[in-house]
């Protein structure tokens, strides 16, 4: 778990991976590299304020250079909104993220189909799964080029997509994509927002954090 | 049919945290020789030819800057 | 660069008659000649900025104090038990038992947000959140208060939209959820738009800390953002006066805020609390350096030498006074003891925060400033601190006053039918004071630290302060619940009962929530002190809030006050804001407004009566104002607070909603459209419908009994002599409201007029 | 020291939500004429004469710019 100085999700993600059953270990971006670090995720916020372009700066954070080698190794890598935002800054996954087509910033429910159940970080769900976990950004509007969409359509790397209207203008109603391996997801909704009905919506963010640690255990 | 460009950028005087973020940023990258960054907007509009200068001054300081804290400059 | 001579304390001795601009810096010849007597020599130009802030209206609410002062004189007894820090500090501190603490605060931003609505709001957010981190506490939580003028107004369409992205912008970027607050609107704010945040923070009951430089030879330390010229437009008046030759430099009045910074100093200063590396500490806000070492030193041991060049500035032209006046943002000074101070600065390295030693405390009882070795500053602290001059203002009840209380509207004509009632009930609905305000507060993030138990359009905002999920003890989790609340309306039909409704609504609200209500802050949102019948108005608000919460035995532990809020001389509706903290042993408990439950029944709690003066019904459907606010009860707001409390911690209802603004009609569809089920409505016995429907009489709330706990629940009424009245039932399948005998409104039609009317008007 | 201007534009086929938004305020101002607005952001950077030209670019398409959707000009 990567704290960004403006990260601001990070212990709530923190507190998810515990749930799930897994042991978190607080990463300060300015560390070059833990090595016994299993997986890494890239909590959501505004890191640097999201001045510039949202992760354009946190992507040449020191801890950032090692998560990318690791995550060209196959370690799982999880990046939720900002976080999806820093891996597509660091061309770990293709595309980018533009402001919301309402120009505002959008915090609601969002129902989401699970479009890639093969993933380390979304086997624990089934393919076409829906579920509704917290959707919060100013910056959510996924865009590629025509080729690089129908690529990631046709490698089946669309990972999740947006139900019942499109928030952001995404295209393809993209809500979150994955590398060619399947290690390295970006998501722009919060699973880790949807995993305590006391404070969400509900628990249909969990799996994503179960999935890593039953991939990781399995491996081990 | 005339491209028109419009600059929009902060008051010198007034605080620009982004110009900032990116003066440290440049540092972290190790560039040399940068002392001052400022961000600001800039706009490109296609405008028909009989739009007068004053129309293009108008939307320049009620839309594109907020005169309070913004200074711009028009390239027609 | 060679730099300007500046005014030193030597030549203000050497020459006395030299004429100095106190009028164009707000002060008046009497203050000024009271300058002169304590320092018993004209002021240097500096030590003339210093004053002429820090004796503002807004620095030293020199209007207001008589009247404040009887929030302290009318303290409730329950007070002693519960605060830590009263009225005075940065915020009250309150007790909330499991060694935790809580401080809140509200305050307004009104003036900047209307000139560039984003930034001030942006900054008002800000100013607020760093008031609570002073305080040593983690700011868990927001609200914003919020008027605008008539909706459909071209300038609302600049100031709204404005304002809302600035506070969604600032506050998302802190990463602290937003809620709850409120939103309307009404031609009196036209000119002159609210904005009042208020900030939760919370931190261990035995780590508070206090703005105070004690400890001769400690270090005082100016960290955060380096100062510009933000917020000093009357400064320059100064520059051209003083020796400087090139004369006016504009000065932008408005400031703009970094809430990547603000973030970072967060952490930053949280980690040197954690650490207990500070002995003091205060926020640079209104007067920036000038308060922040008046303040410090004049709360402490007495003394401060403060060499000004060292201060780090953005813009290297400022002059002393602008450096002295300015408020830049997202800075703040600590009281620093040698031992500490290399750890302090290793922090604020860590941060990447600039930190700067610019004094020292001393016990000479002087505030002693130097510009490059010169000195420009020597004065008393407390004279700029505390002992600022105080007025009496004339009041006079305004002469319309009798007229607009003697018109009082019951000739108005109402709805009979059961199709006009219908009508009536969709026009209130979609009236932009009425109708959904997601638009709002969508823009703004509900969820981010993880704990948000209740946000709007719960009747309060709830936050989870413990987190045992995790721990595996199983044991109930501690929480808070606030509400903020005002009717400028009521206000102006009588200020004292006004100031109380708006009290025993947010008292209510955080009641219906299953929290008991604790503690009291508020924000005093009024025209000119000057005007004699604005003063009548804000003596009237305070007294009764003072009163209200001494029989509701809720203390107020600060707020804030705004005078001068008024279009050329028109003042603004009287709009005293109250925010209400309350706690909860166990937030699983806590009563949520979604009306659920097939087959609950519906129960009206309180009293009816026919009362419309200043309701929305009379605004809306009439735009009319006049006659007698809903009569206060605050015996029974106690009562229904306490079954409402009772009601949810033995679990004996599914849902409570509180009754305003448009009445009965108005919760009953809230509920509805947020459970998404059905009701069939009876009007009780001897009650016109439209009376049942659309009164505001105070003291009201709807719960939602399931069957089982039905008998229970009553007998808890009758025992305690609350009235309950079954008014309906929930009905899942019959998806629309339905008042019997009147008239039948589907869910669906009823959603959309709610829905639409905001997104109409600001896309 | 030399000032260097950077414009970043979205690439022409990106959709461009902000310039839309102006234009469509523009309609409501009643203004005529202006067929299309996009918005870009406008970088003014203060730079010690011996930062070559690579070292600009450099800045520019690393840091200033995201060339997956934005093209970028320096003028120095
Ligand atoms: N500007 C705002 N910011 C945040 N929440 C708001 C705002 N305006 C309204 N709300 C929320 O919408 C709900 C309805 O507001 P209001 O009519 O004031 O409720 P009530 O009358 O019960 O106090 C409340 O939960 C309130 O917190
Ligand atoms: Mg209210």
Redesign the pocket.
Known sequence: MVTFPGSLDDRDALRAVRLAGAEPVPLWHGEKWLSDVQAVVLPGGFSYGDYLRCGAIARFSPAMDSIVDGARQGMPVLGICNGFQVLCEAHLLPGALIRNRSQKFICRDQAVRIENAGTAWTADYEDGQQLVIPLKNAEGCYVADERTLDELEGSGRVVARYLDGNPNGSLRDIAGICNAEGNVVGLMPHPEHATDPLVGPGTDGLPFFSSVLRALVGAA | MARVVVDVVMKPEILDPQGQAILNALGRLGIEGVSSVRQGKHFELEVADDVEDADLTKIADTLLANPVIEDFTIRR | MSRPAVDTVEVAATSPSQSQPFKELGLNAEEYQRIKDILDRRPTSSELAMYSVMWSEHCSYKSSKVHLRQFGDKVPAEAKDILLVGMGENAGVVDVGHGLAVTFKIESHNHPSYVEPYQGAATGVGGIVRDILTMGARPVAV??A?RFGPANAPDTARVLPGVVAGIGGYGNCLGLP?V????SFDPSYLGNPLVNALCVGVLPADGIKLAKADGPGSHVVLFGARTGGDGIGGASVLASASFEAKGEKKRPAVQVGDPFAEKVLIECCLEIFAADLVTGIQDLGAAGLSCATTELAAAGTGGMDVDLDLAPLRDETLTPEEILMSESQERMMAVVTPENLEKFLEVCAKWEVTATVIGTVTDTGRLVMRWHGETIVDVPPRTLAHEGPVYERPVRRPYDQDALNGEHGNGLPRPKSGEQLRATALKLISSANLAD?SW??DQ?DRYVLGNTVLA????S?MIRLTDRALDGSGEADLGVAV?V?GNGRYTRLDPYAGAQLALA?AYR?VATTGARPLAVTNCLNFGSPEDPAVMWQFAEAVRGLADGCQQLGVPVTGGNVSFYNQTGSTPILPTPVIGVLGVIDDVSRRTPMALRGDGAQLYLLGDTRDEFGGSEWANVVHGFLGGRPPKVDLTREKLLADVLINASRDGLIDAAH?L??GGLFVAVAEGCLRGEVGVRLVVPEGLDPFVFLFSESAGRAIVAVPRTEEVRFTDMCTARGLPATRIGVLDILESAIEVQGQFRLPLSELRTAWAATLPDLFG
């Open positions: 609200q914003d919020l937003n709850g607050g409120e939103i305000k709002v507060t703004y709007q359009p719960e009747d905002g509400s609340d609504e609200n509180d305003s603004d």
